[in-house]
Nanobody, 119 residues
Framework: VQLQASGGGLVQAGGSLRLSCAASGRTFPIYDMGWFRQAPGKEREFVAAISWNGGSIDYIDSVKGRFTISRDNAKNMVYLQMNSLKPEDTAVYYC?????????????WGQGTLVTVSS
């Protein structure tokens, strides 16, 4: 599966952005999807994940209540709605995919989209 992330940009603190991730391939529905981010000078960190059927969703504590991950398998799309953005959310955001099987890791990555939150 190939992934293409988009939707990043510059926004003021308290604002919102919606990231999109377009996936190629008819097997998209069998992949669990995740969003990760990497801030300048920091390691990449997990942000949110959604299972292949949307039945399981997880977030890093710092974005709970502000970010929402969703997917549309008919359109091969995954979204990350980000509200109440904070300067510390500034990072390059990546979408990633993994097979929905026990032990699988995120082996497919998009190119990243930059989110900059000004104070």
């Amino acid at each position: 599966v190939q992934l293409q992330a988009s939707g990043g940009g510059l926004v003021q603190a308290g604002g919102s952005l919606r990231l999109s991730c377009a996936a190629s391939g008819r097997t998209f529905p069998i992949y669990d999807m995740g969003w990760f981010r990497q801030a300048p000078g920091k390691e990449r960190e997990f942000v949110a994940a959604i299972s292949w059927n949307g039945g399981s969703i997880d977030y890093i504590d710092s974005v709970k209540g502000r970010f929402t991950i969703s997917r549309d398998n008919a359109k091969n799309m995954v979204y990350l709605q980000m509200n109440s953005l904070k300067p510390e959310d500034t990072a390059v955001y990546y979408c990633a995919a993994k097979r929905s099987v026990v032990g699988a890791g995120y082996g497919y990555w998009g190119q990243g989209t930059l989110v900059t939150v000004s104070s």
